[in-house]
Every structure is written in C-alpha cells, then in structure tokens.
C-alpha cells in the first residue's frame, strides 16, 4: 500500500486509494459507450466486422489508459476517439475509397509521427502555430459531424432528391425508438446523471428489446474475438498511397495530436496538475502515452486513440493521480468478455450518444472570438464544410486556407506563423489535384 501512495503521489496530491477508484469507475461509466459506438462507426465500412473492431477498442483503451495512468500519472483515460472514428469511416473509407487497412496503415504512420512530436522539442511549436480560434472551429465543426451522422442513424435525417437531406419517417418504429432513446439520454444528462450517454444505451436497448425492435443477445459472456491485429498491413501493399492520402494522414495527425492536447489541458487544469507558467506538467508524457495508444490501437484494428474529455468526471470526484487511470483500463478489462451482451446495440439505439458527443463538442463554440471578422469567416466555413462535405479533413483544408488569406487582405499577415502559410499551400495543391483527377 505504501508503494502505490509514493508511487502515484498520492499524499501530494492530496487523494487517497478510495477516491481514485471512485474516479476510475466514473470515468469509466461516462465514457464506456465508445465500447458500443465505435464498433458501431467503423463496422459501417465493407471489410470490417462489429466483433474484432469491439475487441481492438477495448485493447486500445486498455493499454492507452495504463500508461497514461502508470506513466504519465495523470487521471486521464483514453479509447478511440469520436469523431476520428466518424473521419475514418466516412471520409477515408466510404468518400475517399480507400480500403480499410490502408486507413489503419495511414493511422499507424500517423501515430508515429505524433511519437516522434511527443518526445521532440517540436510539439510546443507546433501548438502554438496554429491559432486558438481555429482548433475551437474544429473542434466543435467535428461535433456537429458526429451529430449529424447520429441523426442519420437514428432515421431523422435522410435522403431527399429535391433538398438533399430531409426529415425522416416519425412513423417508424425504429426512428421512434432513437427518438425515446434521444429524449431518454438528455434528461439524464440535464439532470447530471453520471454515465448518462452509457444509461441512455441502456435504457433504449431494453425497451428496444421489449418491443421487439432489438434482438435479444445470444449470450452474456465469452472470450473477446480475436481483432484484426496487423492487418494494416494490407494497406501498404493493396492500397493506392497518392497525395490525397497524405492528406490524409496529415489530418489524422492534426485531430489527434491537438484534441489530445486540448483535453490534456482541460482536464489538467481541473486536476491541479498545471505549472506556475500554466503549462502542463510532463506533457511530453501525456502525449507520449497517447500516441503509443493511437499506434496500438491501429495494430489491433481500430480508428485513433486519443483521451477523452469524459476524464474531468473522474476529476470531479476528486481523481488526481493515475491510480483513477488503472481502475478505469481494469474496467475496460472486465467488460471486454461481455461482447455477445453488448453486440446487441444498433445504430438507432446508439444514435443519442452520437448527438449528444455533438452538443458536449459545439461546446467549444462559446470561446471562439466571433467578434473578429476574419476568425468568424474561418472558423465558419470550418464548422459549415466538415458536415456538409461529409469530409473533417476538407472542413480543416478550407478554414487553414481562408485564415492565412483574410489575414493578408486585413494587413494582419505579421500573425500569422510560418506553419500556417507552409499547410495553406499544401491545401491548395490538395485542391488543384483533387480538381484535376475529376476532370
């Protein structure tokens, strides 16, 4: 016992065995959904299954928590993140054409990439390069992504020739049930309910099930089934690796390494663990640890990882050192032999937990400086496209594009860094050849 207090620092952090398991366990509930979603997300695309995609989540999730616990010390947990496993699906996969293993290829370089910034003087530079307002604009533009695809789950949202998209059938079973399911989760969550997205599956997949909307599970608990380990692989013979594809792995890069960074600050500062200058102590650990985790998780077959905002629940329960971390990878552990009770959640049944990861992310909308004309242009376009274009990566394209430019016509040109100018040229060979291969 002494150990794991001088170990994790508990005296010093003023926190003790009891309330670091409490914190684990919360953090856990508010974010084991991802253990239904992401499944959910990547199965859409042709090669992959609901199973081994479960399996890898839950290894991800595990390992990247560990040493983000064991190493790190921080009260921070990880899994595949929402909305790069949204960028996966429907843009890498189903948009571009790429395979599946190529993505998990692209991840894998990705994750690397973001290792090699991790342990390099480079990654204070490169969070510093691109302006505040931009990461908001992504950020909640992911949101608003992710929630239009849970609409489209849900039967709310569907094709329309005349206007493109339209609403869906209220007289539909399973839209009645996403709709229960969404009214379900938000009061929960409105009324504070911890692991509120977690009981709204809950609650949809029984009633699902009662009205025969959801089949029943034909078991409880087995052996995880065996995941996609190395099958990236693949990717690096099959694929076609052209320079949209780098694209590609530049944006997967991007989300990852500044929502890493982003949540790391959040729910750092929430935990006391920021330095006299505001900086985050050992954040070349934290980040070091995520970026093993996105590696990882790619080998086992599934989108990013990254750490989860849902981490500040934990924090709230007076979490502060990276015992909370174990606990919640322990509780990863234990649920990953629940596959045949859980593989019963479908799309409609999850569809409230994509909305409602939405409405947590457009959060981000309140501190974008709106009032400044040339961050309002950008950080808009940013938030319109990503949806529209069913596309994260073109969103991030047109905002790093339009920032640099409107900042040149106002004279403001002195404020923008150097890397700014280097990715807006990128983008516009980006554009040109993706015009070009059209014609």
Known sequence: MDFIKQFFKLEERGTNLKTEFLAGLTTFLAMAYILFVNPNTLSVAPELEWGPIFTATAIAAIVGTLIM??????????????GMNAFFTYTVVLTLGYSAWQGFAGIVISGILFLLLSISGLRKRIINAIPKNLKLAIGAGIGFFIAFIGLQNAGLIVDNPATLVGLGDLSDPGVLLAVFGLLATVLLYVLKVRGAILYGIIITSIVGIIFGLVGLPTGVVSAPPAPYFFEFTKGFTDGTWDFQFFIVIFALLFIDFFDTAGTL???GHAAGLLDETGELKDNGKALLADSTATIVGAVAGTSSTT???ESLAGVEVGGRT?????????FFLVFM????????VTGQVTAAALIMV????????KDIEWDDSVVAVSAFLVILVMPLTYSIAEGIAVGFLFYPLTMLVSRRHKEVSLEMWVLAVVFVVYFVIK???AL
């Open 358 to 365: 939405g409405v947590l992310m457009a959060t981000q909308l």
């Open 69 to 82: 616990g064991l190493y790190a010390n921080y009260p921070v947990a990880l899994a595949p993140g929402m």
């Open 435 to 437: 015009a070009a291969t």
């Open 307 to 309: 750490s989860y905002i």
């Open 337 to 344: 032999f629940f596959s045949p009770l859980l593989s019963v």
């Open 322 to 330: 990276g015992l909370a971390s174990v606990f919640t990878a322990f």
């Open 265 to 267: 600050v959040t729910v």
